[in-house]
Structures are given as structure tokens and as C-alpha cells.
């Protein structure tokens, strides 16, 4: 059997390759707020609407192409978590009003129920990721 006599390299003399470990800096995060979420909303609305109008439809999270017409879901995040009932337009003019009907709507604070019970959702999962992250850690240092 081979062994294998590891030495660790010196890479100082390289530019451009660092030796030691690399960590991230601890960033400050603001926590979010409501009129955060209502504009995000919005902003991803504007997006569907500008998709809409194009010669070419790209799908985008609050609107995609079905057999006969648009499905628009109005909803919040990187996975569009629903605020609202899916609606099926038929044509582009229709789902376009679908969505600045629902701009009003965000802007009047119609959904700021739902966006709320979000907000808690979020701040509760990472809360239990944090007491996660303090448990693991009290774990590796006990049996360490």
C-alpha cells in the first residue's frame, strides 16, 4: 500500500491565492417591514406586466402561459408564496388588468393581513435557525 506524505503547500509566493481560510463579514440585517414586502410585490407585478407586453411572452413568477390564456398568481418571495387566489385570463389585455387592479390593491393594503402573517412566518423560522445554530454548535464543543 502507498502512503501518501501530504505537505502543506506554501502559496505565498502566487499572487492572487490566499493560504489561509476565508470568512464572510458579519453584515447587520435590518429586519424587513411591510412597506418593504408591498413594494417588492409591486415591483415583481411591474415585471409581470412588462413581460405581458412584449411581442414574445416570457414566463415570469406571477404570470405563465396555459393552454387557453394566463394563470396570474399574485404572491411575494422567490418562491411567489400566494397572497391571493390564482385567476385565469384568457388574454394578455385581461391578465394585464388582473395585475394593476392588484397593485391597487397592494398599494391600498388589501393584502397587508396575509404579507404580515408572512413577516412572522419568516422571523419565526429564523429565529429556530439561529437556536439551531447555537445547539449545534454547544453540541460540537461537547464532544469536541
Wanted: charged residues 30%; aromatic residues 4%; proline residues 2%.
Amino acid at each position: 500500500m502507498t502512503k501518501l506524505n501530504l505537505v502543506k503547500l506554501n502559496t505565498s509566493h502566487i499572487e492572487g491565492v490566499q493560504s489561509e481560510r476565508w470568512t464572510a463579514d458579519k453584515q447587520d440585517k435590518e429586519p424587513r417591514t411591510l412597506l418593504e414586502m408591498r413594494k417588492i410585490v409591486v415591483n415583481h407585478i411591474n415585471a409581470s406586466i412588462e413581460a405581458l407586453s412584449e411581442p414574445l411572452f416570457v414566463k415570469t413568477p406571477m404570470v405563465r402561459k396555459e393552454r387557453i390564456g394566463f394563470a396570474v398568481k399574485i404572491g411575494y418571495g422567490n418562491r411567489n408564496e400566494a397572497l391571493a387566489e390564482i385567476e385565469r385570463c384568457k388574454t394578455a389585455e385581461a391578465a394585464i388588468n388582473t395585475l394593476e387592479e392588484a397593485i391597487i390593491a397592494v398599494e391600498n393594503g388589501d393584502f397587508d393581513e396575509v404579507l404580515t402573517a408572512k413577516l412572522e412566518g419568516y422571523r419565526d423560522r429564523a429565529e429556530k435557525g439561529k437556536l439551531a445554530r447555537q445547539k449545534n454548535k454547544q453540541t460540537l464543543h461537547a464532544v469536541a
